[in-house]
């Protein structure tokens, strides 16, 4: 089991920008797939972005041309960089590795 830890999250007008981070507990070097889930009131949690071994980085339409999501294996940290944000971007955003899920950090933009 990894524990990952996110922060970043926070308050911001639309079209600001925020940067989520994701501390893991031990290395993603080799990890299959790593990166960002939100879930937003209501809605069913939706694929963000994906760093994956085999089929690369992968966003989810919404926020392609956004968002970015890139990673430091030094650090055992995974990032998602956010621009242009919308209100329809306010969710509560989760780092996921596997089956491991980090507890989430509230991102709310406001028109």
């Known amino acids: 089991q990894v524990q990952l830890v996110e922060s970043g999250g926070g308050l911001v007008q639309a079209g600001g920008s925020l940067r989520l981070s994701c501390a893991a507990s031990r290395s993603i070097l080799n990890d299959p797939g790593i990166g960002w889930y939100r879930q937003a009131p209501g809605k069913q949690r939706e694929l963000v972005a994906m760093i994956t071994r085999i089929a690369g980085t992968i966003y989810g339409d919404s926020v392609k041309g956004r968002f970015t999501i890139s990673r430091d294996t030094t650090k055992n940290t995974i990032y998602l960089q956010m621009n242009r944000l919308e209100p329809s971007d306010t969710a509560v955003y989760y780092c996921?590795?596997?089956?491991?899920w980090g507890q989430g950090t509230q991102v709310t933009v406001s028109s």
């Open positions: 996921n590795m596997g089956v491991d």
